[in-house]
């Protein structure tokens, strides 16, 4: 079973910060933090990972809190090539497999 | 591009019908992975290979399903005796086995099985 909490759905403006949130409040001290996002009738891609420092690249931004519970991913100016399901994922990077849950459908607004 | 690639795209058959499907993973890779989606799920883990040996299948590889990857390179999946309950999107990943990357696994496009 997946091991994290998503809001099932989420608008954002185009251009502004979509901010999606992730509760992993189980997780253990090895297991990192990853976001995949699916775009309609895609493969999953993979966005960023994390184990207790915030992260960034050049898709996204990710804050982990202190007590490592909670997480957020940052999309800092959506697009409408945004919109897709955004996985949020905690894995023990021992572990092959990628159990996924249901994901936030994130719809970017014109 | 040198993405992973499945094939067919999509594929329809009559219940108690065989199918096989294609995965080409990106080609240094040698971890592949096996998953299927239904409508409204994420994927959910089916088995993975690291190079042709076959090293976890899930609960959900009932007896029917079969996978191989004979030569470390390309994979097939194959559902003998179809069901209704099959039908779904049929994704293939791979990742480098070590190394930095190791984490980050590629995904086809997926193929779509529908049995009627």
């Known amino acids: 079973d997946a091991k994290t909490t998503q809001p099932p759905s989420m608008d954002c403006a185009e251009g502004r910060a979509a901010n999606l949130p992730c509760n992993h409040s189980?997780?253990?001290?090895?297991?990192?933090v990853y976001w995949y996002r699916q775009i309609h009738s895609q493969g999953p891609q993979y966005i960023i990972h994390?184990?207790?420092n915030n992260e960034t690249n050049e898709m996204a931004s990710l804050i982990i809190t202190e007590d490592r519970k909670s997480s957020t991913l940052i999309l800092p100016h959506a697009t409408l090539r945004d919109t897709a399901v955004y996985y949020c994922i905690v894995r023990d990077n021992r572990d092959d497999k990628i159990i996924f849950g249901k994901g936030t459908r994130l719809h970017i607004l014109p | 591009d040198t993405g992973v690639s499945q094939n067919p795209r999509h594929k329809i058959t009559k219940r108690g019908q065989n199918v096989t499907f294609r995965c080409d993973p990106i080609s240094e890779h040698n971890r592949l992975y096996w998953y299927r989606q239904t409508l409204g799920q994420g994927p959910e883990f089916l088995t993975y290979?690291?190079?042709?040996?076959?090293?976890?299948k899930s609960r959900l590889l009932s007896d029917r399903f079969s996978a191989e990857r004979p030569k470390g390179s390309f994979s097939t999946l194959e559902i003998q005796r179809t069901e209704q309950g099959d039908s779904a999107m049929y994704l293939c990943a791979s990742s480098l086995g070590l190394g930095v990357k190791s984490y980050e696994q590629y995904f086809g496009p997926g193929t779509r099985l529908t049995v009627t």
């Open positions: 994390g184990l207790k």
């Open positions: 290979f690291q190079n042709e040996a076959q090293l976890e």
């Open positions: 189980t997780i253990s001290g090895n297991e990192y």
